[in-house]
């Protein structure tokens, strides 16, 4: 509801993010009374926006106190053709019907928007009466999309919702509050540190509040599409218009989904399930089999990107959807979803293998790619993208991953994706002890963002922990600072908490603190803040640094592990509701100690593994585990598959290296320090 409210008086605003709601406040001095404005989206049920309004005094208005509001009517219809704004016969509420003056394509049926709202008084005005201490107005607005009728029995519904118990709270908020209570039970709570605290907090916030969470996504005609780099609003140029890209799957995907598993299913499933046969018209149209997703998605599936290099190259955006897949399933040992998005696999892996072509230089041996483009966006079209090929060798295993392990109806993989996936070609060089990023990368070039580093996380591939190492130093060095999107630094962070170097990992940390703007630390795209706005992206990577960096969890096909430090300029955090097979957990980091708590019922044949390889059994609720941080442990529920020593991650090999080049290490050093 875009309402204004004319007071005069002293003004402030608010954003609680414990109960997702807006405030602003107006004390006017003459007459003693508070003015307060709450907005929010309902996360009770996606369909509302609600603003609510009090006047309150504290002893009562001696004469009436009036305020004049306002319902503005200055929404953009330029992309639209309307075909209803009008009021009811009573005035008591507005209609407003439209739909979009371009479609994406002509394959799809053009969606119809409905909004019901309520209207202002028609004397536009608010009064709180003589001798009254509290008044509260509730406006509301409903949003259906292809569901006419639903947004009429919304509206209808919506009605008693407006109306307020004997504390003055409305069944809207009380239904909102409630969502996010449930909601914040898994959470990331700071101590020593409030600031840090309070982004943290509205890190998750700004994620949480765009995602389908806590309330029903049914097919009511609006499903969820997936979310973009500038969140749910925003279309325009910089904002990348509402768009879905790699952003969604890589960064803010697996960032979520330690605490929220349920949200990346569903993610998934909408996003990419649902998208799947334009996906595969879209590999068709460049001559590939199977099913390639769009560099950028919207509300057809079909390729929506204005620049078409990337909608060209870029096409590692498939294989990210299979990692955050592949991550959810390991985590979560989702059967239901296993089998929905199965199918989505055998395509995916069928698109990476018509793209192998033999590499000419292994004499024809290895498998590479050719004209791509990889996460830096400075360099394309390129070969051999290291990034591009360890993507594709996690999809070419994917089917096979799924089918071996969960009990799934449909065509059984191709053992030539199994067998191509060991022959994929991975850029080494054995000189420098570094990978490349791709064919003729000069060593020390310019790149745009984290690429080669995260080989090591988030795709877990096998390697020498001094190739990894190199890899860190060498791109760090190499990775525009200014330019370049926040999520980088994040992964640099989680990259050198694997050595322990605290030092390091504090420093990429804290330059995450570069990109949030205050009051409310909303995310900027740059450093410079040119770019989108509410850069949800890098929050995801935030997010990712907080858990799978300091709290250090790896998800792996049989445990989940965990190596704690304690965050840069804090005393204390408590990760609520990490969630392993069904389970859910608690860890408490200090500077010293981590305790690990079960807080929810067992499951059967799970145990805890100690960093000495010593198993037990997880039998009841309550703690688990009490021990000195910096040490890797785990959680499984395949014991028997768990070595003392398991290695990093089974599958991946990268070549032996040679010695390390002390020379290119110690000019990267420099280079990083000054």
């Not at 096979?400 to 392990?405: E, G, K, R, T």
């Not at 994706?417 to 990368?441: R, T």
């Not at 020498?464 to 990775?479: E, G």
């Not at 585990?625 to 442990?633: H, P």
Request: a negative charge; hydrophobic letters at 35%.
């Amino acid at each position: 509801m875009n309402i204004n409210i004319t007071l005069d008086g002293t003004k402030s605003y608010s954003l609680n993010l414990q109960t997702g709601i807006y405030q602003e406040f107006t004390y006017n001095t003459t007459s003693g009374v508070n003015l307060t404005v709450y907005k929010y989206a309902s996360m009770a049920d996606k369909h509302f926006l609600v603003t609510e309004i009090t006047m309150e005094s504290a002893s009562g208005v001696n004469s009436d106190v009036s305020v004049a509001v306002i319902m503005n009517s200055s929404t953009n219809t330029s992309d639209m053709n309307v075909q209803n704004d009008v009021d009811n016969t009573t005035q008591s509420y507005h209609i407003f019907q439209a739909v979009p003056a371009i479609v994406e394509t002509d394959n799809v049926s053009t969606p119809n928007l409905t909004i019901f709202s309520t209207n202002i008084p028609t004397n536009n005005t608010l009064t709180l009466p003589k001798g009254q201490k509290f008044q509260k107005w509730v406006f509301y607005s409903v949003i259906t999309m292809n569901n006419y009728s639903l947004a009429q029995d919304l509206f209808n519904k919506g009605k008693d919702l407006a109306k307020t118990d004997a504390n003055g709270i409305s069944g809207f908020m009380s239904s909102h509050v409630a969502a996010w209570y449930n909601i914040w039970q898994s959470r990331v709570d700071i101590e020593g540190n409030c600031e840090l605290a309070t982004k943290i907090h509205a890190t998750y916030y700004y994620i949480l509040s765009s995602m389908p969470i806590s309330t029903s996504y049914e097919d009511d005609g609006w499903p969820f599409f997936g979310i973009s780099p500038g969140s749910l609003a925003n279309d325009d140029q910089y904002n990348y218009h509402g768009h879905v890209f790699w952003d969604q799957d890589l960064w803010m995907l697996i960032g979520l989904v330690p605490l929220y598993p349920e949200v990346v299913k569903r993610a998934l499933q909408d996003s990419r399930v649902r998208h799947l046969e334009p996906a595969k018209l879209n590999a068709k149209r460049f001559g590939w089999d199977g099913a390639m997703f769009p560099w950028e998605l919207a509300y057809s599936g079909y390729e929506c990107d204005p620049w078409p290099p990337s909608a060209l190259y870029e096409i590692h955006v498939t294989g990210d959807s299979a990692l955050s897949a592949l991550t959810y399933l390991r985590l979560a040992g989702d059967a239901d979803f296993a089998q929905k998005f199965y199918n989505t696999s055998l395509e995916i892996a069928k698109y990476y293998y018509s793209l192998l072509h033999p590499v000419p230089q292994t004499n024809n041996q290895s498998l590479g790619i050719y004209n791509v483009m990889g996460p830096d966006e400075y360099h394309y079209p390129i070969n051999n993208s290291v990034y591009m090929n360890s993507i594709a060798k996690i999809a070419l295993n994917l089917p096979s991953y799924i089918y071996n392990n969960f009990n799934v109806t449909g065509d059984k993989p191709s053992s030539t994706w199994v067998d191509a996936a060991k022959n994929v070609y991975i850029l080494f060089d054995s000189k420098n002890n570094y990978h490349p990023q791709y064919e003729g990368y000069q060593f020390g070039e310019q790149i745009k963002q984290a690429d080669v580093i995260l080989l090591g996380y988030p795709l877990l591939v096998e390697m020498d922990p001094q190739v990894r190492k190199n890899d860190l130093l060498i791109y760090q060095a190499s990775t525009d600072a200014l330019g370049g999107p926040a999520m980088t630094w994040a992964m640099h962070s989680v990259g050198w908490l694997e050595f322990g170097e605290e030092a390091f990992a504090a420093g990429q940390f804290r330059r995450n603190y570069n990109y949030m703007r205050a009051p409310f630390y909303v995310w900027t795209e740059t450093a410079t803040g040119v770019g989108t706005v509410n850069f949800v992206t890098g929050m995801g990577g935030f997010m990712q640094n907080l858990l799978q960096g300091y709290l250090g969890l790896r998800i792996h096909e049989n445990r989940l592990e965990f190596t704690p430090y304690l965050l840069p300029d804090t005393t204390k955090y408590t990760a609520h509701g990490v969630n392993y097979q069904g389970m859910t957990f608690s860890f408490a980091v200090d500077n010293s100690i981590v305790q690990v708590n079960l807080i929810s019922t067992p499951k059967s044949g799970c145990v805890f593994i100690d960093e000495n390889g010593n198993q037990r059994p997880l039998n009841q609720s309550g703690i688990v585990f009490n021990g000195t941080i910096k040490a890797k442990r785990m959680i499984s529920c395949q014991p028997n598959t768990i070595t003392k020593n398991p290695t990093t991650t089974p599958g991946s090999t990268t070549p032996t290296p040679t010695t390390l080049n002390l020379f290119l290490f110690y000019i990267v050093m420099l280079l990083l320090w000054f």
